[in-house]
């Protein structure tokens, strides 16, 4: 739980303080979060949390994580692009630590792409997911400067599906063919023999 004393968190009352972010009750994770207005100032409860964010996907290896995740919903998530994940493409570079409070995407144009996505609150499940190869998305960071522009590739894509978190979508609500969705392991074993799903 984040920061229980400060109000900017309030703790859930129906959530045990024991439950960790790979047990949220569905509940957290398929309704839309609030915005925040900050009015220009750094917020030290929301820097203190996206530093939380920021640690616990560090510890999970993941790309992105997104406040919901952690029983607190406010439209705030932290995000990375690795090197070697991007696409090559111009609008898909390598990013350090991000984070974006009240975010706001839109397309760029109509491209769609589809790409392999899991969930640090869906543990050893994968799927393939149709995004917008481009997006054009602005929000601000933890010390309320200006944050975003035109991206794509996996950048597009870890921000859309952390923005999807804060809406209460969940990646398998995007699924349009289920053949491709299904455990980690198992759909290795079909990669493996050469197989489709």
Known sequence: MLYASDRSFPPPSDVPAQTTRRSAPQTYLTHAARSKDFHGFVNPPIYRGSTVLFETMDDAGGAGLAAPQVHVPLRLFVFRVPAGRNSGDALDLPMANSAVINPEIEAVDEEMRHGWEGCLSLPGLRGLVPRRWRIRYRGVDSAGAPVGGAVSGFHA?????????????????????????????????????????
Request: glycine fraction near 10%.
């Open 157 to 197: 894509q870890v921000v859309q599906h952390e923005v999807d978190h804060l809406d209460g979508i969940l990646y398998p609500m995007r699924i349009s063919d289920f053949r491709f969705f299904g455990f980690t392991e198992e759909l290795g074993r079909y990669a493996t023999a050469g197989r489709q799903p």
